[in-house]
């Protein structure tokens, strides 16, 4: 048994391709766990983020400078009252939320983070996560039509038909990116997410570069299209609090509500996760051939204990800017410890083993986080789409582009 | 007399119990409590899919009987309660009102009252814009704007707060003038003001004026002509917008405002956007008006000589003013006593209202929120 | 409406006994009622204190036009404060309304309000506020109703009117015929009275409706 | 790669598939009935994903279970489904029905006994690394003329559709 679990350390595949179940359950539980944690603190990070844009501090009571609010808010929606509308089909009501938690975390199965950090590598990994990803618009169908209230309705409606049409421009750009990994030397392509990464590598340029406009239009259509597919700001009509209240959720609270919130955070992550493999080589590393040679070396893979060292220096400048006044001794105490651990988990990222299993899994993260950030900002910036204009943007306009640009890059790839 | 807009019928509100392909009316409920119907607004939608076939509006919610009220206070008590009507813009309220009685009493404010009084109702002319476009942005979507324009309107509620005590319900003006003279740094305190204003109103437009996604929102939404505008009766920047120039501070001048040079900003198309760039200038002069108002803010007394108990010949007044939503007007009819005999206002928010049926009719849902919004309705002041 | 026969007649009741707390602006208010009533019915501007104004005539090309089509269906035509006024007969303030809309250019209906003088014969002022902006000029037209008398309906001059007039009925009780959608606008629909009638106390809530929907006593 | 447990995933999905299938038909509610199809459908792509065609699996979520059964919601939900409530499920002729389904289970069965030759026997086993790039040189090499064939059947369809549609607007 020992040797069952050992004998998957020398190997050089993901669990899933080595065939090893306990590796890969580990696997799954520390994505799962990982995510998990991600949503929290992209959750925190938004409210932060947000606030500051807003010209206000945000989260600020619970913990130093709010960092155990999201904890908080978990702990009072499982404590909340479960309310199920008399006239809700409680059934259904009941398997919405658990559709888009599923599908969202499902997606993370081919998720790559490094060569080998994935659960398993799929041979038809990108057709994989977008069928995963289409099956949430499952639940946010249900979710309003259990409901059985007008809000919900209109909200699902909206939501759905929004997935659908930009699931198309979607899958175009995704194509195009898919193209271009059969444009290399041995000229196969591939679904493989971790395929994809590699030819990435072998090509010697991210995708966003590649045929130059076309690589970035197909990009930019992506990261279009996924925050219409997550119903984000600009594009959050479904939720779109003015007019619909809360969309498909309205009649939701307390935990199933934290299930949609979970499955919508999750569901960022992945898109994200899915431009970042597609366009930004993945878990490769800025200038990967640029910036050649043992030294450019060194000093990327010291990158990732020195972000969580200056994460920790941050945190201390905290401590120090803390009023001293027995009221925020436990605060202060709380940050202080909060970036003594981070600054611990930094030395520890700097030792020579971890630092070289770790840094794929740093640079694929930091992109991600990149993303992220882009989606607060948007929220921060843009007033909402109406209806009937969100619609025109995604067949109008993304569809042909991405049409065009799969055309384009399927001539320009025969021609060269 | 322009062609009258054909009349709304209104709404069969029968319950849409239809079956297969004519299942597609649907009756949608918004308010009394949602929030974008900016108070207890309810708003009946009857709609084809998400297209508006037509409105009906139930209002009264926030009534109170102002008017009532006023027909059994004294003048000078009924003061404080204009405040509460329109209570984004209660300075303007009150102007109204003390004009309205001097006006039956003949008697004149003395200038340096007229001239504090103008500088506090364009400052809460700016108030008001500034919730309006807040709020209006977040009904839009976007949700920064409503943070920044609050920031700068704290900066005209101080100085309310300290010119009268009160940040909101100011009760600033006296039958007769003001009661309380400038704070010690009042004038100092505004031309700061004045000044830290056009960059953030800069800023606000930043935002918005050239963002695709509030152009294409507002632009060609909630489109009302000039001819339905004066037919309904509409007033203030939506009258505006559509492009007649129009304002009752050029028109009949009250207070002091002949005496300040500004422009009326006028709109072209009469849609949402032309109504949020006529806010925003208006933003603007208003501004201009301040700053030429405490540049020459004369000496004096701020008083005029108003009897203890005031008892207005028998007779009847009707004086309008320019509120940031429209024209604010009062009917007063007096009988000699102490008290009104009857005690009319004319909201403007109530009477623009009337005009969302129109502006929405054929729009999206979605619209319903930017027109509502872009009307600038404050239902304290449509129910009273 | 059912409740339109029901409310209260003018006349019947005077002041209502509210409790104890608002004897005096009652007592105030009935008082300065007769007083009006008495002196003022017709026109209360023109019985102005010694010191106080007077409401001198008011000529104009378009009092002489009017004087001339109508005759004495024009029944005064007034300046006070400088604020014009016109008060006609109610047979035919709706066709001077229309006239006034499509030939002199009063294109926009300010507000449209009454006002209850409940000892007079014709207990109704029913005033127009009328705006033009042509001419940059304000008017106001006034004409008496009788209790129970309905009057046109102007909304179909001014579209504007049909709010303010739901307002007026819903205050006053006054129908107007040809209205497009008569109903109470701002209080319920089930309110009984009408709330600015003089005979209509402010202590006088509707006790009841406010025990039947709310649950509470009124608390007045 | 060595399988796991492939007996027990295939008669857990045989039994899911069958169990959808049957909810299908005995739910008085569409919606429900709408979901157990759903539930079916994935059965089914497991299904495929256990005979080694990882691409037809991906295509039958996408297509089937994502895009198609959606559009269904979709309809299923704009309708009013008070009147099917109330009605009565099976009509009169189900013993019609049962001798039209024994019938053709008896005709399967029998292609099943007497045709044992069309079947193979041994499973030629595709390489699951280059499934998709098999599927994809078999669609556009040998079956390309079928395949453009279905794809202009599903232009007119759309385009049909569309005409369709305006007319009521």
């Known amino acids: 048994m020992l040797d069952y679990v050992t004998s998957y350390l020398s190997s050089n595949t993901t669990p899933g391709q080595a065939g090893n179940v306990v590796w890969a359950l580990i696997y799954i539980l520390i994505v799962f766990a990982g995510v998990s944690i991600a949503v929290m603190a992209m959750n925190w990070l938004e409210r932060k983020a947000l606030a500051h844009f807003q010209i206000r501090l945000g989260p600020m009571r619970v913990g130093p400078h709010g960092l155990l609010q999201p904890i908080a808010d978990a702990i009072k929606l499982l404590t909340k009252e479960d309310i199920i509308p008399e006239n809700a089909d409680r059934l259904v009501f009941w398997i919405a939320p658990l559709i888009i938690l599923c599908a969202s975390f499902a997606v993370y199965v081919v998720i790559p983070f490094g060569p080998t950090h994935a659960i398993t590598d799929l041979n038809i990994g990108i057709l994989f996560m977008l069928g995963v990803s289409s099956l949430s618009v499952l639940g946010v169908v249900m979710a309003g039509w259990a409901s059985n209230s007008h809000y919900p309705l209109i909200g699902s409606l909206r939501s759905s038909a929004q997935m659908i049409s930009y699931e198309v421009a979607m899958g175009m750009a995704v194509v195009s990116a898919i193209l271009m990994t059969s444009l290399n030397r041995s000229g196969t392509g591939t679904l493989s997410m971790i395929g994809i990464v590699e030819a990435q590598q072998q090509q010697q340029i991210w995708y966003l570069f590649k045929f130059f406009p076309l690589g970035f239009i197909a990009f930019a259509i992506f990261a279009i299209a996924m925050v219409a597919e997550t119903n984000r700001a600009p594009f959050d009509l479904p939720e779109a609090e003015s007019e619909l209240t809360a969309g498909f959720h309205t009649e939701y609270s307390g935990l199933r509500w934290s299930l949609f919130m979970l499955g919508e955070y999750a569901a960022m992550i992945a898109v994200s996760s899915i431009a970042v493999t597609l366009w930004l ?103 909402r789409y109406r209806f009937d204009q969100l619609m025109r943007v995604g067949w109008k306009v993304l569809l042909p582009v991405s049409l065009g640009v799969l055309i384009g890059t399927a001539v320009v790839g025969m021609v060269l | 007399m322009p062609d009258s807009t054909p009349h709304p019928s209104p709404l069969e509100l029968g319950s849409p119990d239809k079956t297969f392909l004519d299942s597609n009316e649907l009756i949608l409920n918004m ?66 009102y003390c004009e309205t009685v001097e006006k039956l009493l003949q008697v004149e404010a003395p200038r340096r009252a007229n001239y504090i009084r103008v500088i506090l109702t364009e400052l809460n002319r700016l108030a008001s814009h500034m ?180 008892k207005p010949p028998a007779g009847e007044v009707y004086h309008s003013i320019e509120a940031p939503k429209g024209e604010l007007g009062y009917f007063i009819v007096s009988d000699g006593s102490t008290q009104p005999y009857r005690m009319r206002v004319r909201p403007p928010s109530f009477v623009n209202l009337q005009a969302l049926d129109l502006m929405v009719r054929g729009q999206l849902v979605a619209d319903v929120v930017a027109v509502i919004g872009t009307l600038d309705i404050v239902l304290g002041e449509v129910d009273r | 409406m059912p409740e339109e026969t029901k409310s209260p007649l003018p006349g019947s009741a005077g002041e209502p006994k509210g409790p104890a707390g608002e004897p005096q602006a009652g007592g105030a208010q009935s008082a300065a009622a007769a007083k009006s009533a008495e002196t003022t019915s017709e026109k209360p501007a023109a019985v102005a204190k010694p010191a106080g104004p007077v409401a001198v005539p008011w000529t104009s090309p378009l009092v002489a036009n009017l004087k001339t089509r109508y005759g004495s269906g024009v029944s005064e035509a007034s ?36 006002v209850h003088y409940p000892k007079r014969e014709k207990p109704f002022d029913l005033v127009w506020i009328l705006y033009s902006f042509p001419r940059n000029q304000r008017l106001r037209v006034k004409t008496m109703l009788r209790e129970q008398e309905s009057f046109p309906s102007s909304a179909s001059i001014w579209p504007g009117a049909n709010w303010l007039e739901r307002e007026v009925y819903d205050m006053f009780g006054l129908r107007f015929e040809g209205h497009p959608d008569l109903r109470r606008i701002l209080l319920p629909e089930d309110w009984r009275g009408h709330p600015l009638r003089k005979d209509y106390g402010i202590i006088e809530q509707d006790e009841q409706w406010v025990q039947a929907n709310l649950g509470i006593e009124s608390g007045q | ?79 009013n489904l008070e009147r099917s409530q109330k009605e009565e499920q099976f009509n009169r002729q189900w013993l019609v029905g049962s001798l039209a389904a024994t019938a053709l289970g008896g005709l399967l069965v029998a292609v099943f006994i007497k045709g044992k030759a069309l079947f193979p026997t041994s499973s030629t086993q595709i390489a699951e690394a280059s499934n998709t790039q098999q599927v994809g040189e078999l669609l556009y090499g040998q079956y390309m003329f079928p395949f453009e064939i279905a794809s202009l059947l599903l232009l007119v369809a759309i385009i049909g559709a569309v005409v369709m549609a305006k007319k009521r607007i």
């Open chain 1, 281 to 383: 080589g993945g878990w490769l590393r800025p200038f990967p051939h640029a910036l050649t040679g043992a030294t450019w070396d060194l000093a990327f893979s010291l990158l990732p204990g020195f972000t969580f060292l200056v994460l920790a220096v941050v945190a201390w400048v905290g401590v120090i800017r803390m009023p001293k006044h027995s009221y925020f001794r436990m605060q202060t105490l709380g940050l202080a410890g909060f970036g003594v651990l981070l600054g611990l988990i930094g030395l520890v990222l700097f030792a020579p083993p971890v630092r070289d299993r770790i840094q794929d899994i740093f640079w694929f993260t930091a992109k991600v986080a990149f993303f992220m950030y882009m989606y607060i900002w948007y929220r921060a910036t843009f007033p």
């Open chain 4, 1 to 79: 790669m060595t399988p796991v447990a492939t007996p027990f995933f295939f008669y857990f999905l045989a039994a899911l598939t069958l169990l959808s299938a049957i909810l299908v038909i005995t739910r008085k509610n569409a919606v429900h009935s709408a979901l157990a199809l759903i539930l079916g459908l994935l059965a089914q792509a497991g299904l495929y994903l256990m005979l080694y065609a990882p691409f037809v699996a991906g295509v039958q979520i996408i297509l089937y279970a994502g895009g198609i059964m959606v559009l269904f919601l979709f309809v299923i939900m704009l309708v």
């Open chain 3, 79 to 114: 300046t006070y404060l400088g604020q014009n006024c016109l008060v006609l007969d109610s047979s035919i303030t709706h066709e001077i309304l229309r006239i006034l809309a499509e030939e002199q250019e009063f294109d926009y209906c300010v507000d449209i309000t009454a």
């Open chain 2, 131 to 310: 919730l309006w476009l807040g709020t209006h942005a977040l009904d839009i979507g976007a949700m920064t704007p409503l943070f920044y324009t609050f920031r700068d309107r704290e900066e005209i509620l101080k100085i309310f707060e300290k010119y009268c005590g009160a940040r909101l319900t100011t009760h600033a003006f006296r039958i007769g003038g003001c009661q309380y003279e400038t704070y010690d740094g009042f004038e100092r305190d505004v031309k700061t003001f004045v000044d830290f204003v056009p960059p953030k109103i800069d800023e606000y437009e930043e935002l918005l004026t050239t963002n695709r996604i509030w152009v294409e929102r507002t632009k060609n939404v909630g489109k009302i002509s000039a001819a339905d505008c004066k037919a309904l009766g509409v007033t203030g920047p939506v009258l505006r917008a559509s492009g007649v120039k129009w304002d009752i501070r050029k028109a009949l001048p009250y207070a002091a405002y002949s005496d300040f040079d500004f422009e009326i900003p006028v709109g072209a198309n009469g849609d949402t956007y032309d109504r949020y760039l006529v806010r925003m200038q208006e933003m603007r002069q208003s501004l201009r008006i301040i700053r030429q108002a405490v540049e020459g803010l004369p000496e004096g007394p701020i008083m005029a000589k108003v009897p203890k108990v005031m």
């Open chain 2, 31 to 96: 308010g009394p409590q949602h929030p974008a119907t900016h108070g207890v607004l309810r708003v009946i939608l009857k709609l084809d899919g998400e297209k508006v076939l037509g409105v009906e509006c139930v209002i009264g919610y926030l009534h109170r009987g102002v008017e009532k009220i006023g027909e059994n206070r004294t003048y000078a008590m009924f003061n404080p309660y204009v405040d509460r009507m329109d209570y984004v813009a209660a300075v303007s309220n009150g102007l109204g």
